[in-house]
């Protein structure tokens, strides 16, 4: 298992941009695959991106594609998700997820999750 700090999140007008970070425990993170997922009132945990092992893969919900970008620093434990052109329907609690696997596109297969960060987006 693997400890997930997310941070960043925030209020935002749509169109703006917000960068969130999410800080991984231990001395294995480069072994992981990592992810965001985001979860809005009301509504099942959906899949947002997700990163391999050496960053070099990606995979992007539809939703998301061309305006957010994900990145992973192996030497800082660190994923970051950087979300241009925010909607106000990215509104949600956005988790980082760990995993051994890539990707991983189902929340109830993920391996460990963060606590999560709220992003609002208002119209």
């Known amino acids: 298992q693997v400890r997930l700090v997310e941070s960043g999140g925030g209020l935002v007008q749509a169109g703006g941009s917000l960068r969130l970070s999410c800080a991984a425990s231990?001395?294995?993170?480069?072994?992981?695959?990592m992810g965001w997922f985001r979860q809005a009132p009301g509504k099942e945990r959906e899949f947002v991106v997700a990163?391999?092992?050496?960053?070099?893969?990606?995979y992007y919900a539809d939703s998301v594609k061309g305006r957010f970008t994900i990145s992973r620093d192996n030497a800082k434990n660190t994923v970051y998700l950087q979300m241009n052109s925010l909607k106000p329907e990215d509104t949600a609690v956005y988790y980082c997820a760990a995993d051994g696997r890539f990707p991983v596109v189902t929340a109830s297969a993920v391996g460990s999750w963060g606590q999560g960060t709220q992003v609002t987006v208002s119209s």
């Open positions: 990163i391999s092992w050496s960053g070099y893969d990606t």
């Open positions: 231990g001395r294995t993170f480069s072994t992981y695959a």
